[in-house]
Every structure is written in C-alpha cells, then in structure tokens.
C-alpha cells in the first residue's frame, strides 16, 4: 500500500502540468514551508542560522531541481551552488551543499560535470578556510543508471583532496561493495534507504528487504575498523529504531560523538532529530531552498501516507 501511494506521488513529482499548476497555487505555500526553506539562498542562510542558534542542528543546503536538461538551468545551479560556498567565508556555520549530477549538466553536458564539480569543491574548500572536517561537497544519489558516474566523481574530487562525500542507497545490492571500497579508503559516505525504485536484479523491492540491508550496512559504517579507517558515517534516516540501533552501535565500537552524525529532512520528524541533538549527537538537516518546490515537495509526502492529509488541506485551501 505504502510503496503504491509512493509511486502515484512519484508520477505527480514528475508531470511538469501538474508542478505549474501546484507552484502557482496560493493554498499550496503552507505545504512548500513545511519542507523548504524559501526561494533564495538569503532564505536557506537564515534557516541553516536559527537551526543552529536554537536547536544545535547543521544544515545541507540543496538548491531544489533536478534531472536539469537544459544547460541554463544547469548553469542556473552551479551558480546557486557557488553563491552559498561564497557567502559561508562569512558565517558561523559547518555545512554540507548537496549537488545531484544530473544537477550540473549529466543529462546536458556530461563531459563538464567533473569541471563543475569540481570548481564548487574549491569555492568550498575556499570557504572552510583551511580547516579539515568544515563544509563539504555532498553528492546525492539518483537512479541506479548514474551511480557509476557519481561514485567516479566523488573520487575525483577526492583525489584532488576537495572535501567531497557522496550518498549510498541501501535499497540497492551493490551497495554493500560499494560502501566497503569507501570504507577502506577512509571517506565520508551518507547512507539513505533510496527514493527510487529498481529493477529485481539489481535493487530490493520490498520495505523488510530495504530495511534488513540498511541495518547490515549501518553495521559495517559504525564497525571499529570503519573508525579505525578514518571513515565518516552519516546516518540518513527517519526510522528512531535504527538511529537508536546505530547509537548503540557507536558506543559499543569506541566511536566519539562528533566522529559521526544523523541526518533528516527538514519538515520530517523535527521533533526525533531535535532529541538526538538534545543528547549531543551530531545531527545535520536537508534543508532544501529554490523556486522549483514541487517535485521535492511530493516525493516527501509519498514518504508517508499520512502526509496526504496535509495534501488534502493544502489542495482544499484558498490562501
Ligand atoms: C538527509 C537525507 C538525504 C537523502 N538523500 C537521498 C539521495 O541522495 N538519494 C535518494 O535516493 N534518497 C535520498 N533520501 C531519501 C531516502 O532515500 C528515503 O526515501 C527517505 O529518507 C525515507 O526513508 P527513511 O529511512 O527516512 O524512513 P522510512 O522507513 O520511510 O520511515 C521511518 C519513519 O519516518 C517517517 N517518515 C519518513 N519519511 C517521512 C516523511 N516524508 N514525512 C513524514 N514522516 C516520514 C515514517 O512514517 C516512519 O515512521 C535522503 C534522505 C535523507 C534523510
């Protein structure tokens, strides 16, 4: 039920009929608040700020488009992406900048990602002033066609010693090979369970199967030779059960707390990640800005059918 709900809000995040009609509706700002933090990066700031004044809470920021395949929208996003790490030389803060590849140009230009990427590495490791573990690349996995590429770039940027960490999903069973080459090169990895469906061969299909494999592969994230590799683990979930499994997990291992994080979405479940914080965990929130809000917006609420409600609601409201 739940991975049907999921696909129809998948269909509905990429009908671009339907996103201009749901941007242009006034009723629907309410549900653009609840997961994004406005439509500039003067917005993203002021949000990534008070998470951190009140709450202790860093920020990821993601300028909201992706599968881009037109090349002024790409340079719309390297642009975006540039304009942050600029602004960060003058805050107090400790951020990651979420970048898709098909963000800066993988369906456009494939042969100008790498350059890309790569100069929005050196703006940031500009920004982190010389100060290791401060700001980094973060790079988001799409579908399970581009996650050679993305993992090619993450190592290249590495290789240039830019602060780079790249996602991994755990619905898909390569993963598992993936994250151990990670490990053993002592990199700093996020692990989701995926937004994406795929094909038997190469992905799990069913929540347990999804669920089963993420808790095998937090395992070998918080294991002691993962800290004694240097690794950096970000546990990217929701799920309470399993961030209090990984807790467990650290301390049972001899990991320090600033030596890993969580990390959620802004919106979803504020009130998990603020207790997490409240221990002294390193908690990091998704804190996605732009005018493009839609398709972002609907694959949250695919999440979890109980946001149809908040749906309803919006589609029903005049202002
Ligand atoms: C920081 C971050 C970065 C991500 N980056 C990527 C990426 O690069 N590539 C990718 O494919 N996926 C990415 N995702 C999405 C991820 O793959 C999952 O689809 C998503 O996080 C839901 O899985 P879950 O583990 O959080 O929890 P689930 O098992 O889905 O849920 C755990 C609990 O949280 C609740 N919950 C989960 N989502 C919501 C919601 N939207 N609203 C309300 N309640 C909710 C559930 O109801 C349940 O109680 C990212 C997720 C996070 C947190």
Not at 223 to 249: K, N, V, W
């Amino acid at each position: 039920m739940k991975r049907l709900w999921q696909r129809g809000m998948i269909a509905l995040a990429r009908s671009s009929a339907v996103k201009d009609f749901m941007q242009g509706r006034d009723g629907m700002r309410k549900l653009a608040q609840r997961f994004v933090a406005g439509p500039d990066v003067a917005s993203a700031f002021a949000t990534a700020e008070r998470l951190l004044d009140e709450k202790g809470i860093r920020t990821s920021f993601y300028y909201l488009g992706e599968y881009v395949d037109r090349l002024e929208l790409v340079q719309e996003n390297v642009d975006q992406k540039l304009a942050i790490a600029a602004r960060l030389a003058d805050a107090d803060l400790d951020v990651h900048i979420s970048v898709d590849p098909t963000q800066i140009g993988l369906q456009t230009d494939a042969e100008q990602v790498g350059p890309r990427a790569r100069s929005i590495g050196r703006a940031i490791a500009l920004a982190s002033g010389g100060k290791p573990g401060l700001h980094c690349l973060m790079l988001d996995m799409e579908d399970a066609s581009v996650v050679d590429v993305t993992l090619a770039l993450h190592d290249d940027l590495r290789r240039l010693e830019l602060p780079a960490a790249v996602t991994l999903q755990a619905y898909l069973r390569r993963t598992e090979g993936d994250l151990i080459r990670l490990i053993a090169a002592g990199a700093k990895a996020r692990l989701v369970k995926g937004a994406f469906v795929g094909a038997k061969h190469v992905a799990f299909a069913t929540e347990p199967e999804i669920k089963a494999n993420y808790r095998k592969l937090v395992a070998l994230m918080l294991s002691e030779e993962a800290r004694e590799s240097g690794f950096y683990p970000i546990i990217a979930t929701h799920d309470d059960r399993i961030q209090a499994e990984a807790l467990a997990l650290a301390r049972e291992n001899g990991w320090p707390q600033s030596t890993y994080e969580f990390e959620m979405l802004l919106g979803v479940r504020s009130d998990v990640a603020e207790a997490l914080a409240q221990q002294g965990e390193r908690v990091r929130l998704y804190v996605p800005f732009g005018r493009d809000w839609w398709p972002y917006a609907i694959r949250r609420i695919g999440e979890n059918p109980a946001n149809g409600v908040l749906l309803a609601r919006s589609l029903l409201a005049r202002r």
